[in-house]
């Protein structure tokens, strides 16, 4: 199960990206900028890298079966207001 967090303090959520609209993409996208050290990944350790690899190979894996076992859920966090959101996180 993967996770996106919004937050704010002023009583505003910013609503997911373009490129987080899809979990699929996005969560795939992230495994395999964090396998190959890429982006932000880039000083990640080498034994984190080689998760997100096996973590990226059991995605892709499960996606050839035609399985779905990627879900996740998007989570709003309005501090200023007190408020937590929770949504399915679409594929």
Known sequence: ???EVKSSS???IANLS???KSMDFFVQDVLEQAAN???KYKNMPVAEKYKAQTLLDEVLADKELGLQSV???AI???LR???VRVS???R
Do not use: I, Y
């Open 1 to 3: 199960m993967f996770s």
């Open 10 to 12: 002023v009583g505003n």
């Open 18 to 20: 373009d490129r987080q």
């Open 37 to 39: 050290g890429q982006g």
């Open 71 to 73: 879900s996740g859920n």
């Open 76 to 78: 709003g966090v309005d």
């Open 81 to 83: 207001n007190k408020v």
């Open 88 to 90: 399915l996180w679409v």
